[in-house]
């Protein structure tokens, strides 16, 4: 066995090995949970346990609410998730190409991005209405703002000596963006998609909180108001596992550009 043979097994046992250890962490918290339960250790009707969350989400599909709330959130969170990296994208664009517009937006950059975005709610509700269309508002100004940051953050630390170079042949500004400033700037953007990915989430989830009457966010509110607090950890639990479906979709995506570029 060749040396590289020897250190790509050693790579995948190690990887394996990881991937053991976060199942079983996983599988041992969910038994002490439902043990602590069972025992009295901690009151099921606050803390719910898994046993009844899984007759929750039984409940929910037999009464076909499951897939409808948990698709009205997903299509807002991903129409969000990607109108603002999109949007952001082509923002930071612009201030790459204009320094004036860069120079001029920048403090008001840095005041949207420090302002909590939820105290936009009632002024939303006002001006779009009370529908998805608020909701998903929400989630892009959450994540527009920090996505310009990132990405204009990632074009402007370009090496410079590389630009010279394709300067010195003649390039124009549009040939520079698309031979040395977007390729080298792709795990910058890759990292924006990652943050993104949470920040919209808790964007169409604030929104559901304040306007819906459907989602994810609809039934944790819901839940709390009638206290069926096992209806707030289901959608809890259902947030978790769909956040974490959407994230390996973008490190998917990540490794297919990284392999195209």
Request: hydrophobic share 55%; glycine share 8%.
């Amino acid at each position: 066995m060749s040396e590289h043979e020897a250190y790509l097994r050693q790579r995948k046992l190690y990887k394996l090995k990881v991937n053991a250890t976060q199942i079983l962490l996983l599988v041992f918290v969910i038994a002490i949970w439902e043990i602590a339960g069972r025992l009295g250790w901690i009151d099921p009707f606050i803390m719910s346990q898994p046993s009844r969350i899984i007759e929750t989400l039984k409940n929910l599909h037999n009464e076909g609410t499951l897939y409808y709330h948990t698709g009205i959130t997903v299509l807002e969170t991903v129409i969000g998730f990607i109108s603002g990296t999109i949007l952001g994208t082509f923002i930071a664009f612009i201030l790459w190409w204009s320094d004036f517009l860069s120079k001029v937006f920048d403090p008001y950059l840095v005041v949207l991005n420090s302002l909590p975005k939820p105290a936009l709610g009632p002024i939303l509700i006002v001006w779009i209405g009370s529908g998805p269309s608020a909701i998903i508002t929400m989630a892009l100004l959450i994540s527009l703002i920090v996505t310009i940051l990132n990405v204009y953050s990632g074009f402007s630390q370009v090496e410079s000596d590389k630009i010279k170079l394709l300067k010195t042949f003649g390039a124009t500004k549009l040939q520079v963006f698309q031979k040395v400033i977007f390729p080298a700037s792709v795990p910058t953007i890759i990292s924006a998609l990652k943050v993104n990915v949470g920040l919209s989430w808790v964007g169409v989830i604030v929104g559901e909180f304040l306007v819906s009457k459907a989602g994810l966010g609809y039934l944790i509110v819901y839940g709390g108001q009638v206290f069926r607090l096992d209806l707030v950890m289901t959608s809890v639990i259902i947030l978790a596992v769909a956040s974490a479906i959407m994230y390996r979709i973008v490190l998917w995506f990540e490794k297919m550009l990284l392999k195209w570029r």
